[in-house]
Structure formats: C-alpha cells, structure tokens
C-alpha cells in the first residue's frame, strides 16, 4: 500500500487521488456515510461523500463495466486503481424499482478500508473548471486533513428511539390467496418455481439511527455480506446478507446457490435433526436444484471451465440454515461483467424460473415494488467485483423503514408453512428495529 508522502497527481483527467495511511482504527460510520460494507472474513470498507457517480433509469446491468472503465481512464497511480471501488446497488426489477434508482454506483470521496493489520484510505477530488494543477493539489492536500480528522474523531452517538411494528390486517389473507394462484401456475405449465416477499413496515416518531441499526446488525451476522447504502440523503438500503450473487477476482467467477430453508433448533440435537430433515426434504430439494440448474446454465456459455458440487450442505445462519451449493466458473479476467450480471440477476433464488414469467407473476401479487430488496447490492473495481444478493434486508426513508422477508414457492408448497420461513427470515430485523438492541 503506498504510503502518506504519495501523491498520485492526474494532470489531464478529472480527479486527483491521495492514498494515505491511518493510525489507528476507524470511527463507526455516523449518519453522514455513503457506504459501510463488511465482508465475511470482517474487512470493514467505509465511504464518505461522492466524488463519483454512474446511474441508470432502467437496465442497470451495464453500470459495473462503466465503473471500470472510468478507473482506467481517469485514474493513472496502480495503486490507487487497485484500491478504489464502486460501490451501490441494482433494483430486483429496473421497471419497478420503487423511490430506489434502477441502478446506481458511486466512488465515495472518501473511502476507507481496515482489517486486522490497521486501515488505509483514499481521497479523490473532481477537478473544477479551469482549475491549475497547483490548486487541485492544495485542495487535495485540504480535503485529505479534513478527512483524516473526521475518520479519527468518532461522532456523537445518536439516541436510537425503536420504531413500532405497524398491522396489516389483510396480509395474511392476500398470502394466501398469491400462494394458490402460484400453485394454480405450477399445475397449468406456468412456471416450475416463484418467490414470493413480505413486506413490514415499522415507522418511526423521528428518521431513525440507521448506522447503530448496521452495526448491531453486523455484529450479530457474522459471515455474512453485510451492507449499509446510501444512495440518496434521505434514502437507506441495509442488510446482512448470506448468498453471493457472483464474485470475480480476476480469472475467477464464484456463485452462491442458496434456496430450501429450515429453522435452528433450541440445541445441537436438535438443530442436526432440523439440518437433516432440510437435506433428506424432496420438496426443499427441488426447490434448491432448480436454482443450481439455473445458475450453471447461465454460467456455461461465459466460462471456459464450470465446477458444480454434486450435493448440497447445509448453511447455518444465526436463526434459520439453508442448503447451499456454490458454483466456480473460470473465464478471461478482462471479459465484460455485464455478461454474468445480465446471467444471474435475478436468480430463481429470488424470483423464479422461467425468469420472466415469474417476474411478471411477481409484480401482480405483490402489493409494492421491491427496490433494491433481492437486486444486487455491492461493489465492483478494477480486478475484481463483488455483489450479494440484497435479502435479508430493509430500506429506510425518512421516518419509516420496510422490511423484506421471501419464500421459494414450489409444488408442494403451502400457505402456513411459508409464511412461518418469512417470519423467521423477518424476526432478526424486526427485532431490531423495534427494539432497544443499537
């Protein structure tokens, strides 16, 4: 990493980078960040303010090759290309996104990374009109002490008020009715599997400390991809996520496949015997192989070499544990990501197979637009790429927040039973949020 003294000044782009070491650990995030991204070996990243910014109003799948591309045009220094990131988020639907964007990634002015061995950070300024190269420096050098100040000072914690649980006296009945329908479009050829999401709104008596939520949240989590996004003032999007849509790292293309669900049990007999019951369930199974198919299909025509592991195991969360099957693919490191993005999102994990029969299916049976709640939220640099699949999640406007909880649909599927997979999937969260845990 380099060091404080280097100053990889662009002379003929439109940002000027710093990168830069900090003593000591980084502050929490405060209700000023764009971004807090935990990954599951506990690397923190932390983003404050925007220096940049790609949005789409409808096909976001683009937007990961578009930030790579301008690193490589407006950022010389290696080290500061390897460094910086996009970061953001892709709705489940681009026509119905809801008050999310279709799509947006932004580099934050400021963006932190720590992880067990101390915390390194780089500050990009936007050249102005007609600016020297000498004033873009000294403002750089200014923007860089500013930030440095604000990472090591810890903001005042703010005083988290829970929010109240809201009824919702018809839901129940509108689950069961969507329920039959899917299991009518099951038995007439319509499609083979379709997820199905709640949403709980909880409000607020003043817009709510969303960060200490995240960092509850997180510490709670472990293993998971968890994320707080900030893509407008008034807007958040946060999470703890446990599927990996797809990850590259150069030649190296990773897929999560996670469907079939089952609660953890009161102790560990217990919960063996609910994990085994989870793997010896026909209709669990199915649920699972239909993603497992989906995904290997999608990736076989962009990879050179595909690896699928023949049996599902189990994934145990802190509430619920899952079957879990993950894919590696190999491909060109250079090759578009648009191509796997455009593949993979979204999965029938999250919305079903076909594709777009259960989407259409999905914006007539549920009452809102999902936003960015099963879209795919996280970032992407130079060499490598990371997103999660945006469950296990809740958006927060302004005085109210709405939690998301999903269930894979298949033959054989009942109405109680997956409105109880809900509740559990729910129960984190709500906990949360109504409570007095940040």
């Not at 990493?1 to 003593?23: F, K, Q, T």
């Not at 025509?301 to 189990?314: G, M, Q, Y």
């Not at 927040?401 to 009942?414: E, F, I, M, R, W």
Request: glycine share 8%; aromatic share 6%; with cysteine.
């Amino acid at each position: 990493m380099s060091g404080s003294n280097v100053r990889p000044l662009l002379r003929a782009a439109s940002v000027a980078v710093r990168l830069a070491r900090l003593d000591g650990t980084v502050a929490d995030p405060g209700s000023d960040a764009t971004v807090a991204w935990i990954e599951r070996d506990g690397t923190r990243w932390h983003g404050l303010d925007e220096a940049w910014r790609l949005e789409a109003a409808s096909s976001a799948v683009a937007l990961p090759d578009q930030a790579r591309a301008w690193l490589r045009e407006h950022v010389a220094d290696r080290d500061a290309r390897t460094f910086l990131r996009f970061f953001g988020g892709l709705a489940f639907d681009a026509d119905h996104a809801g008050a999310f964007p279709a799509g947006a990634l932004w580099l934050p002015a400021c963006l932190v990374r720590q992880d067990a061995t101390g915390a390194d950070f780089a500050v990009t300024v936007r050249r102005q009109e007609d600016e020297s190269d000498q004033a873009l420096e000294a403002r750089l050098d200014l923007a860089v002490a500013r930030y440095r100040a604000r990472l090591a000072t810890p903001q005042p914690a703010r005083t988290w008020e829970p929010g109240t649980l809201q009824a919702d006296a018809g839901a129940r009945q509108r689950w069961t009715l969507a329920i039959e329908d899917a299991l009518a479009g099951f038995a007439a050829g319509r499609f083979e599997k379709v997820v199905l999401a709640r949403t709980l709104t909880i409000d607020f008596a003043r817009p709510p400390a969303v960060e200490q939520a995240f960092l509850a949240l997180a510490e709670r989590a472990p293993g998971t991809l968890r994320f707080l996004l900030r893509p407008a003032p008034d807007a958040v999007f946060f999470g703890a996520s446990p599927e990996l849509l797809v990850e590259q790292a150069g030649g190296h293309v990773h897929a999560d496949c996670l469907a079939g669900t089952a609660p953890r049990g009161s102790d560990a007999a217990h919960d063996d015997a609910l994990g085994a019951g989870l793997l010896a369930s026909a209709k669990d199974r199915h649920e699972h192989a239909v993603v497992v198919d989906f995904v290997r299909q999608a990736l076989a025509p962009h990879a050179d070499a595909l690896a699928v592991a023949d049996e599902p195991v189990l994934s145990k969360l802190a509430n619920v544990q899952h079957l879990y099957t993950p894919v590696d693919a190999v491909r060109p490191a250079d090759a578009p990501l648009e191509d796997l993005v455009a593949a993979l999102h979204p999965t029938p994990a999250v919305c079903g197979q076909p594709r777009e029969a259960a989407r259409a299916w999905i914006q007539a049976a549920e009452a809102a637009p999902r936003g960015w709640y099963a879209g795919a939220v996280g970032w992407v640099g130079l060499e490598g790429a990371r997103f999660a699949v945006g469950i296990r999640s809740a958006a927060v406007q302004g005085r109210r927040a709405l939690v998301y909880a999903g269930a894979g649909l298949v033959p054989g599927s009942t109405a109680e039973g997956e409105w109880a997979e809900t509740e559990r999937k729910a129960a984190p969260l709500v906990a949360l949020l109504t409570g007095g845990a940040p």
